[in-house]
Nanobody
Framework: QVQLVESGGGLVQAGGSLRLSCAASKSIFSINVMGWYRQAPGKQRELVAAIASGGSRNYADSVKDRFTISRNITKNMVYLQMNSLKPEDTAVYYC?????????????WGQGTQVTVSS
């Protein structure tokens, strides 16, 4: 089991920045992939950014060059730095931990944090 707690959401004007934080209850080095997802009203949850245990990162095309995922292994923290925010970035952002078991994968989710970008 992995508990995740997000923080850092809020209201920001277009062009502004926010940094989201995710605190994990166990060593993130033991977690195969840590990621940030978001879900806007009426839309499906989508991957925003992810970082694998080995350090490789991937981003949704819509946030490349604007968002950066990072981690602090000693603190079991994962961050999402969001710059040049746009109104279409408005959503609830969720932290995800994915653990690959022998025959299945396990996904753990935080409670989500609201990000609202005003135009």
């Amino acid at each position: 089991q992995v508990q995740l707690v997000e923080s850092g959401g809020g209201l920001v004007q277009a062009g502004g920045s926010l940094r989201l934080s995710c605190a994990a209850s166990k060593s993130i080095f033991s977690i195969n992939v840590m990621g940030w997802y978001r879900q806007a009203p009426g839309k499906q949850r989508e991957l925003v950014a992810a970082i694998a245990s080995g350090g490789s990162r991937n981003y949704a095309d819509s946030v490349k060059d604007r968002f950066t995922i990072s981690r602090n292994i000693t603190k079991n923290m994962v961050y999402l730095q969001m710059n040049s925010l746009k109104p279409e970035d408005t959503a609830v952002y969720y932290c995800n931990a994915r653990v690959m078991g022998v025959d299945r994968r396990y996904d753990y989710w935080g409670q989500g944090t609201q990000v609202t970008v005003s135009s």
